[in-house]
C-alpha cells in the first residue's frame, strides 16, 4: 500500500470505549493532519471475534492507526495482516494499558517486565505487514521503575525494527491502582522520555501524559518527535482547531464550530439510515460548545434525549438550536475566501 507518510507530531490517544469510529469522524473534522487511533482491540477479538466490525472505520478518518492488544507474535502477525488489509495506516501494539483485566491476557503494561517477548511480537508483526507497527508503552511498571529499565526495553525492542515509541511518562502501578487512578497518581517524569530520546536520536519518541494545552505541546516538541493528547483533546475537542496551523504550520482548512456542527449532523443523518443509533454518536460532541452560552443546555438535551428510542436527527438540530439562539458560535479558525484568516484562535 503507497500511502503517504503518516506524522506522529500530534496524536489523539486510543482510549478504550471512546475512540470509535464516531467519536473519530468528529474529531476529524477538526484536523486533518492529526493522526487517531482506534480503541485498543485484542488480537483473540479479530482472530476469533466479528473482525469486520472491530476493522470498520470511514475513509475520512484517515490517517487513522489501529491499536492491538496481545503477546503472542503468531496471532499478532495475523491481527497486523487484517489491520493492513482494511486499510490502516499504522499498526500499534499495546504495552501501557494497567488494567487488572488484560494483564489476565498477558496484554498491556505487564510486557514491559519481558522484552524480549515484545520484541518478538514486534518482529513478527513488521515482518507480516507493510506499513509501520509501532508501539505504546510506560515509562516503567511497579519495581521496574528506572531509565535504565526503560532503555533496555527501548533497545531491546527497537532491535527488532521498531522505530517509534509512543511513551506515557508515567509508571503503571499494576497492583492496586485502577486505570483511572493510574492515569492520575504516578507522577509525570518527563525528563525519562527525554532522555530516552537522547540516548536513542535515531528512534522516534511521542510522548503521552498530561498535556493540556497546544503550548505545551510545542514546548514539549522541542524535545522529542511528537505528543500524543489523550482525554484532554475528547473533553475539549475544540483543543483541536488550531492544531494544524499551530503544530503543522497549515491553515488552509480550518472550521468554526458551527461548520463542525453542521457536518457531524449529515454524518449523523447517513449512520442513522444505516441503523446506528444517535446515542452512539452524539456522545462524542458534549464537549463542543464548552464555554459558550447555551452549552450547558445543549449537553443536557443531548444527554436527556438522544439514547430514546427512536431519537433522529431532530434531537441534534434542537440541542444545537440552543447555541443558536444565543447568537454565539465560537468563531476560533474562520477561513477567509482569499485563504487568510479572519479570527484566531
Not at 6 to 30: G, I, K, N, Q
Not at 85 to 91: K, P, S
Not at 262 to 269: A, G, I, K, L, P
Request: glycine share 8%.
Amino acid at each position: 500500500m503507497n500511502f503517504p507518510v503518516t506524522s506522529h507530531r500530534f496524536c489523539v490517544a486510543p482510549m478504550m470505549e471512546w475512540t470509535d469510529r464516531h467519536c473519530r469522524y468528529f474529531l476529524r473534522l477538526f484536523s486533518r493532519h492529526t493522526l487517531l487511533y482506534t480503541e485498543m482491540v485484542t488480537s483473540g477479538a479479530l482472530l476469533h471475534g466479528d473482525a469486520a466490525r472491530f476493522l470498520r472505520f470511514n475513509p475520512e478518518e484517515q490517517p487513522v492507526a489501529l491499536q492491538i492488544g496481545g503477546s503472542d507474535p503468531a496471532e499478532l502477525a495475523r491481527s497486523a495482516r487484517l489491520g493492513e488489509q482494511a486499510g490502516y495506516r499504522e499498526i500499534n501494539l499495546n504495552a501501557g494499558c494497567p488494567s487488572d483485566r488484560v494483564q489476565r491476557g498477558k496484554i498491556g503494561a505487564c510486557l514491559m517486565a519481558e522484552p524480549v517477548l515484545v520484541a518478538d511480537c514486534m518482529r513478527a508483526m513488521i515482518d507480516a505487514v507493510r506499513i509501520p507497527v509501532t508501539i505504546k508503552c510506560r515509562i516503567g511498571i511497579d519495581d521496574l521503575d528506572s531509565l535504565e529499565h526503560l532503555t533496555h526495553f527501548v533497545g531491546t525492542v527497537s532491535d527488532a525494527g521498531c522505530r517509534t515509541f509512543i511513551i506515557h511518562a508515567r509508571i503503571a502501578v499494576l497492583q492496586g491502582l485502577s486505570p483511572k487512578q493510574n492515569r492520575e497518581i504516578p507522577p509525570l517524569n518527563y525528563d525519562r522520555v527525554f532522555a530516552i530520546k537522547e540516548r536513542f536520536p535515531g528512534l522516534e519518541i511521542v510522548i503521552n501524559g498530561g498535556i493540556h494545552s497546544l503550548d505545551q505541546a510545542s514546548d514539549l516538541l522541542t524535545r522529542v518527535d511528537g505528543v500524543m493528547v489523550g482525554r484532554e483533546a475528547y473533553q475539549n475537542p475544540n483543543l483541536l482547531a488550531c492544531v494544524d496551523r499551530d503544530i503543522f504550520g497549515d491553515s488552509s482548512v480550518m472550521v468554526s464550530q458551527e461548520e463542525v456542527l453542521e457536518r457531524f449532523e449529515d454524518y449523523v443523518q447517513r449512520e442513522l439510515a444505516s441503523g446506528t443509533a444517535l446515542k452512539h454518536m452524539t456522545r462524542h460532541i458534549l464537549g463542543l460548545f464548552q464555554g459558550l452560552p447555551g452549552a450547558k443546555q445543549f449537553r443536557r438535551h443531548l444527554s436527556e434525549n438522544a439514547h430514546k428510542t427512536g431519537a433522529g436527527i431532530d434531537v441534534l438540530k434542537q440541542a444545537g438550536a440552543f447555541i443558536r439562539q444565543r447568537g454565539h458560535y465560537g468563531h476560533h479558525a474562520v477561513l477567509a475566501p482569499e485563504g487568510t484568516q479572519e479570527s484566531v484562535c
